[in-house]
């Protein structure tokens, strides 16, 4: 934990605490993950159970005036505009269906399951504005859930406070594990809504190729740069294998394949845009007879000269995929600091 937010925690104690959950709520970055602050927070800033019911109180009520203006919000004039990006209606969406058909129309039950789960809090909470579920429903799940889940790391981090050091001293760790996971996990779920847009099978497998791809190659060079960053001071600690030059001939041949791939599935990008387009003078009857590839008879353009055929893209893909989670392997054997 920064030495500036433990001093903001045991200064201020539980209002700092509250302000930020009241925060990340209106999804405004915070930069500290709620749970393990109420984690401390129970730890450092809570003396006594009187003191604990309290926090838990005033916690649970930060979180119910922050989640209750984001639900408002997003009723009035944020439902038309993210009606109007997604171009469908997200409270028509998988999870609202889900949450009604599996709770027999009972909108508060899902709502309070949903609100507990820290990844789907927020999305809950706008869902439920979209579907335009009645206040009383929405209190109904809310209010209770904000109670639970901000009332339960206070009471570990009370009781348990000579293992909560041990979380305190690995909060860089996981904090630098949290700031490459929320990007890579929005860049996926982004990959596949993109990819389920291509309108058929065979886009719609083409574009998660090409995206997945992609995603995979940019992480891999990622990876290797910090690999590399990092070797002075592994190999001063005395726990490198690999001399740096063996290390950086591994890391050249990963990184070579891993650009390879991004320019695959740059190519299959493009491919996919082209044949999105409409072929010039296409008709009802268009495309009607036999045509090359996957896209031929849908009236889109023929793909480009060159484009990479749909089995054998998939088959280099793969093998590119192998290859480079083989060569992160070998160099993690060698570098067991990774």
Do not use: C
């Amino acid at each position: 934990m920064s030495p500036s937010v433990l001093a903001l925690l045991r200064h201020f104690g539980v209002p700092f605490v509250a302000l930020v959950v009241g925060a990340g709520e209106l999804g405004v970055p915070t930069g500290i993950p709620s749970e393990i602050l109420l984690l401390l927070a129970g730890s450092y800033a809570v003396h006594s159970v009187p003191g604990l019911v309290v926090a838990a109180l005033t916690v649970a009520l930060a979180d119910i005036i922050g989640t209750t203006s984001l639900h408002l919000a997003a009723r009035g004039h944020g439902s038309r505009l993210l009606t109007r990006i997604l171009h469908h209606d997200p409270g028509q969406s998988r999870f609202v269906t889900w949450g009604r058909r599996r709770f027999g129309g009972h909108d508060w039950i899902w709502i309070f399951v949903g609100r507990l789960l820290p990844i789907v809090r927020m999305p809950v909470t706008v869902s439920a504005a979209m579907a335009h579920v009645p206040l009383k429903q929405f209190f109904l799940g809310a209010v209770p859930a904000s109670i639970v889940w901000g009332s339960t790391p206070l009471i570990v981090g009370y009781f348990f406070q000579a293992d909560v050091g041990r979380i305190e001293a690995r909060y860089a760790q996981i904090s630098r594990l949290l700031i490459v996971a929320v990007p890579v996990l929005a860049l996926a779920a982004g990959v596949a809504w993109w990819a389920r847009r291509g309108g058929s099978r065979a886009a719609d497998w083409r574009r998660g190729r090409a995206g997945l791809g992609l995603l995979l190659g940019i992480l891999a060079v990622v990876y290797l740069v910090w690999v590399l960053r990092g070797y002075e001071r592994t190999a001063a600690q005395g726990v490198a294998i690999l001399s740096f030059p063996d290390l950086a001939r591994q890391g050249l041949l990963v990184g070579l394949l891993a650009v390879t791939l991004v320019v695959l599935s740059g190519r299959e990008m493009l491919a996919d845009r082209h044949s999105q387009r409409p072929a010039p003078g296409a008709g009802a009857g268009a495309g009607a007879g036999t045509g090359v590839g996957d896209d031929a008879g849908n009236g889109a353009e023929p793909l480009p000269r060159g484009a990479p055929s749909t089995r054998l893209a998939t088959a280099v893909w793969v093998a590119l995929v192998l290859l480079i989670g083989v060569g992160i392997a070998a160099m993690g054997a060698g570098y067991p600091r990774v």
